[in-house]
C-alpha cells in the first residue's frame, strides 16, 4: 500500500518530479562522461605501450634486463617454440623480436635510431603494424627494404625510395651495419617511438648483427590479457632451466604504472569535487521541494496520520526518483558514450601538437567498461539517497501549527 500511495503521488505534480529526475540522470550522465574519458585514456595509452612496445609478457635472456644488447639475445628454435606454446593452453602465438640501438643517416643527417627486427605477419596479428604504414609496405626477408617512422624520415630528410645507412654493433663486438631501401612510412602513435623507430625484416636483421636464429625479445600473446600473471608464473617454471627470464608489462614499465595510479588519482579527486556540486544540485531540488509540500505535511499530521508512516511514503517517493533518475541517467549516458565510443574525439592544431608533446594520441576515447556503469550509478545513488533523508527527518520534527502559515 505505501509503495502504490509512494507512486501515486509522484505524479500528482509531475513537473515537479520530471525536474528532480531530470536532476539526478544530468548528473548521473556527468559522471559517466568524465569517468569513461579517464578511464578510456588510460586503457589507450597503456594498450599502445603494449602492442608497439612490450607486448603484455616477454621472454628474455635473464641478462637482457641489466643490459640489452645483441649479446644477451638467445637462440629461438622449433623445438623451444614448441615448448613454450604447450606449456599454457592461454598462450595464443608468440612474436619474435630483435632490437638494438644503432645510428641511422640519410644523405647529410645522422640520428640515433631504435631498430627492430621484426616477424610482419606475427606483429600485424598482435597489433595491426601494417595499419599504421603512412605509405609503401614492408619488405620480405633478403630484400634489404626497411620501414621508419614519419618522424624519423623527416629527422633524417629521406622518404620512400631513399637510401637509409645504418651502423651498429652487432653479437661480440662485431660491426654491424648495411644500407637498406625506405620500403615506407608509417605513422607512430609516440612521437617518441616515431621519431627513432626503423623495421627491418626479421630475418635481415639478425643476418646485420651477426645473430642468426637469435633474438632479444620473444612477446607471448595471451588468449586472456586479465590472466598475464597467472600466465607468466606458468612461463616461469616452463623456461627456468634455459637461463631466460619472463616479465610481465607491469615489471617491465613501473614508470607508466605509476603514471597510470597518478592519473586515476587526479580523475578521483575530479569526480569527488564533481559529486559535492552534483550533491548540493540535487540537495536544492529536494529542498524545494520539501518546503512546497511542508502545508500538506501538515495537514496530513493533524488529521492523525503517524509521522512514521507520513515520513516512510514521502522516503518511498524519493527513493523511486533516485531509481528513475540513475535508470534514465545510464539510458541516457549509454546512448551518448556509445556514439563517442564509436566516433572518438580527434583534436587538431594545437591541441593535437600538445597531446602528442606529453606522448599521447590526439585523440579523446571514450570506455564502455561495466565498472564505469557500476561505480557512477552506486556513487549517485547513495548520494541521493542520503540527500532524501531531508524530507524524512524534517517531517519527524514538524512542528504542525507552523507547517500551516
Not at 614508470?255 to 575530479?270: N, P, T, V
Not at 571514450?366 to 548520494?383: E, N, R, T, W
Request: charged letters at 20%; a negative charge; aromatic letters at 10%.
Amino acid at each position: 500500500m505505501y509503495l502504490k500511495l509512494a507512486w501515486r503521488n509522484l505524479w500528482r505534480n509531475r513537473r515537479r518530479t520530471l525536474i528532480t529526475v531530470s536532476s539526478i540522470m544530468f548528473a548521473v550522465v556527468a559522471a559517466l562522461l568524465m569517468e569513461s574519458i579517464g578511464a578510456g585514456t588510460r586503457s589507450q595509452l597503456l594498450d599502445n605501450m603494449t602492442s608497439f612496445q612490450t607486448g603484455y609478457i616477454q621472454i628474455q635472456d635473464y641478462r637482457y634486463e641489466d643490459e640489452p644488447s645483441p649479446d644477451n639475445a638467445f637462440l629461438y628454435n622449433e623445438e623451444l617454440e614448441q615448448k613454450i606454446l604447450s606449456s599454457d593452453d592461454d598462450i595464443d602465438f608468440l612474436i619474435p623480436r630483435i632490437e638494438t640501438f644503432m645510428l641511422s643517416a640519410g644523405e647529410e643527417i645522422t640520428r640515433g635510431a631504435i631498430v627492430m627486427g621484426v616477424n610482419i605477419d606475427k606483429e600485424d596479428r598482435f597489433n595491426q603494424l601494417r595499419e599504421r604504414l603512412e605509405i609503401g609496405e614492408f619488405g620480405k626477408a633478403g630484400s634489404n627494404q626497411a620501414v621508419i617512422g614519419r618522424g624519423l624520415g623527416d629527422r633524417l630528410n629521406i622518404a620512400v625510395g631513399d637510401t637509409l645507412v645504418l651502423l651498429g654493433q652487432g653479437r661480440f663486438g662485431m660491426t654491424a651495419s648495411g644500407l637498406f631501401e625506405v620500403s615506407g612510412l608509417i605513422q607512430y602513435p609516440l612521437r617518441e617511438l616515431d621519431n627513432q623507430i626503423v623495421y627491418l625484416p626479421l630475418e635481415d636483421m639478425q643476418w646485420m648483427l651477426s645473430a642468426e636464429d637469435h633474438i632479444t625479445n620473444l612477446v607471448v600473446a595471451p588468449e586472456h590479457t586479465g590472466q598475464v600473471d597467472k600466465l607468466a608464473q606458468s612461463l616461469s617454471q616452463t623456461v627456468s632451466g634455459d637461463d631466460l627470464k619472463v616479465l610481465t608489462w607491469k615489471e617491465m614499465m613501473p614508470e607508466l604504472i605509476e603514471a597510470l595510479k597518478f592519473d586515476e588519482l587526479s580523475g578521483r579527486l575530479m569526480l569527488w569535487i564533481l559529486y559535492v556540486v552534483i550533491g548540493f544540485g540535487i540537495f536544492g531540488t529536494v529542498l524545494t521541494m520539501t518546503l512546497e509540500r511542508k502545508r500538506e505535511f501538515g495537514i496530513l499530521l493533524s488529521v492523525g496520520m503517524y509521522r512514521t508512516k507520513l515520513a516512510l511514503v514521502v522516503f518511498i517517493e524519493t527513493f523511486f526518483i533516485s531509481i528513475l533518475g540513475v535508470l534514465s541517467g545510464f539510458v541516457f549516458g549509454s546512448i551518448v558514450l556509445l556514439y563517442f565510443y564509436f566516433n572518438p574525439i580527434e583534436f587538431t592544431g594545437d591541441m593535437a601538437e600538445l597531446m602528442i608533446d606529453f606522448g599521447f594520441e590526439p585523440i579523446m576515447v571514450f570506455s564502455l567498461s561495466p565498472k564505469v556503469f557500476l561505480l557512477q550509478g552506486a556513487a549517485i545513488f547513495i548520494i541521493t539517497t542520503f540527500i532524501c533523508l531531508y524530507p524524512t527527518l524534517k517531517i519527524a520534527r514538524m512542528n504542525i501549527l507552523e507547517s500551516k502559515k
